[in-house]
Each structure stands twice: as structure tokens, then as C-alpha cells.
């Protein structure tokens, strides 16, 4: 069956859907380019995971795939195979739950789930689908709009360039942008230096630099892995339990 995924982030929107191969295909786009977009068969079933009230979308896309789509907007109520550590488990967000679903699909270890998106996220899941909580905090585009915003003269002035770096800034947007990332590997280190045990898998828009730096600067004693597909490999999973009606 042609499987066409979307995640509905607070920052861009990612599709996917499995190659003929069985690779991932996958890209970014925005809600304009979205309606443009061709897939290369006639989706058979459209799943949605979306963090933010979106009825415009919700809308269009029902009108255009109608019965053919599931759109996911909070953890499945009553799904077997994952325990709820929220007393209110409709307040976890899909994406996280969905991303704890994907990396049990990875491996029968305990997890450490890690999505470097709008927010930075991270989840302990351990071997018995308990989910023992997380942490969420701002992400590294939304950590300097903070300061942008809530702050006089902490600025993005135009003269001056982002760092890509975690050393010292010497200008306004270099301190902001290295210390937003310095501030995101901190936390990333700690967490992991907490549970060493834990396989970890990394995912999100920032995750291929947060993958690229725990490397580099030798933090993590633990295999991480990239594993950009992961809130689509637990839609998928939801998919093949037949837990989507
Ligand atoms: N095309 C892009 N648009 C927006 N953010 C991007 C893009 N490419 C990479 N990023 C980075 O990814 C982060 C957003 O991650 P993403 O997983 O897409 O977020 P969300 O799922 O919350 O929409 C931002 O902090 C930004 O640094
Ligand atoms: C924490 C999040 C904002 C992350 O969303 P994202 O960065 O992927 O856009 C999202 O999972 C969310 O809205 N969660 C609801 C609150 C919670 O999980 O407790
Ligand atoms: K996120």
C-alpha cells in the first residue's frame, strides 16, 4: 500500500513516504508548496501527526484525500504497546510519542529519544514501552528568537553573522547563536553522561548537527544514532499493528 506520511512541526512541515526500494523518500516543505507537491502514485492512505491546531490544513487535506486520511493530533488513546508516565496522557506531544514508537521499532534496548526541532525534546523510554519522562526546552532557532524578542538590545543585527560554532561570540548574534548551541550540547551531555545505558537516537531539523558535534567533541561515550525518519517509523508502525482505523 502507497503510504504518504506528514509531520506537522511548529516550524515546516515533513512528508515522506517508502520508496520503491524501501528506503525513506522524504523532504521539507512549506503549507504553500504542500497542496504543489506530486508523489509518484496516488497515496492509498494519507497519516498526519500534528503538534498545532491547524483546521485550514485539516480542512484541505481532508477535502482532498478524505476517508483516505488519519490525521494524528495526540497519542492514541488506550495504544497497547507504550505506558504513559503523564497522569493526562493527550498532553504528550504526538511528535514525541510517535518519535518513542519509532525508536522501539529500532532496537529492544532502553532509549533515549532526542528531536532537535522548534523545541529540543528528549525521552527516556526504557525496554517495557514505559515512557519515564523527558525534558523539553527551547530549540536553537527558538532559544535566540527568545532573546530577540524579550530583550531591548539583544538584536540579530544585520552586520553581524550567526556562529555555527560553540566558541566564545564577539558580537551580539555570535554570542546569542553559540550559546544557544553550547546551551543545547550541555543539556544533550548531561543527559546522556545521567544514562549511559541508553541507545540513543536523534532526530529534528537540528539533529544532523547535534549528531556532528556530540561526535566531534568526543561527549558522547555512547553509539548515537541519526535517525532523521523516526516520527515517520512509528506512524508506520501505528500503520502495520492496524491501530489506524
Ligand atoms: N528549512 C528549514 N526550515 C526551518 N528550520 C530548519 C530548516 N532546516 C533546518 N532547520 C532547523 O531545524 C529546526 C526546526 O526543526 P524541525 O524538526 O523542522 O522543527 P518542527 O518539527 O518543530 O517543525 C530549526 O531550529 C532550524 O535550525
Ligand atoms: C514539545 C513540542 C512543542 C515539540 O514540537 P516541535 O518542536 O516538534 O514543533 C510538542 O511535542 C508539543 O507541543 N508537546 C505538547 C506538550 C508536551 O509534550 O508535554
Ligand atoms: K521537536
Not at 47 to 67: D, I, K, N, T
Not at 74 to 101: I, N
Not at 121 to 149: C, E
Not at 190 to 219: F, K, N
Request: hydrophobic fraction near 40%; glycine fraction near 10%; include cysteine.
Amino acid at each position: 500500500m502507497f503510504v504518504l506520511y506528514l509531520d506537522i512541526g511548529n516550524s515546516r512541515i515533513k512528508w515522506a513516504y517508502r520508496a520503491a526500494g524501501g528506503q525513506w523518500c522524504s523532504g521539507g516543505c512549506s503549507e504553500a508548496e504542500l497542496a504543489g507537491l506530486k508523489w509518484p502514485q496516488s497515496p492509498e492512505r494519507v497519516v498526519v501527526s500534528c503538534v498545532r491546531s491547524h483546521p485550514e490544513l485539516q480542512q484541505q487535506l481532508q477535502q482532498r484525500f478524505a476517508e483516505r486520511l488519519t490525521w494524528l493530533s495526540a497519542p492514541l488513546p488506550g495504544y497497547p504497546h507504550f505506558v504513559h508516565c503523564y497522569s493526562d496522557s493527550q498532553r504528550l506531544g504526538v511528535d514525541r510519542w510517535l518519535a518513542m514508537l519509532g525508536a522501539a521499532r529500532h532496537c529492544c534496548d532502553d532509549v533515549l529519544v532526542i528531536d532537535a526541532g522548534t523545541a529540543l525534546t528528549l525521552d527516556l523510554l526504557n525496554k517495557q514501552h514505559h515512557h519515564l519522562g523527558g525534558w523539553i526546552v527551547a530549540g536553537l532557532q527558538l532559544a535566540q528568537r527568545a532573546l530577540f524578542s524579550q530583550t531591548e538590545r539583544v538584536n540579530p543585527y544585520a552586520d553581524e553573522a550567526e556562529s555555527a560554532g560553540t566558541l566564545p561570540g564577539q558580537d551580539t548574534l555570535g554570542c546569542v547563536s553559540a550559546g544557544a548551541r553550547r546551551q543545547a550540547l550541555a543539556l544533550v551531555a548531561s543527559v546522556l553522561a545521567d544514562y549511559p545505558q541508553h541507545r540513543v537516537y536523534i532526530c529534528g531539523g537540528d539533529g544532523e548537527w547535534l549528531v556532528r558535534e556530540l561526535e566531534l567533541t568526543g561527549m558522547a561515550d555512547v553509539e548515537i544514532h541519526h535517525a532523521p525518519h523516526l516520527i515517520f517509523d512509528g506512524m508506520e508502525s501505528l500503520c502495520a499493528g492496524s491501530f489506524l482505523l
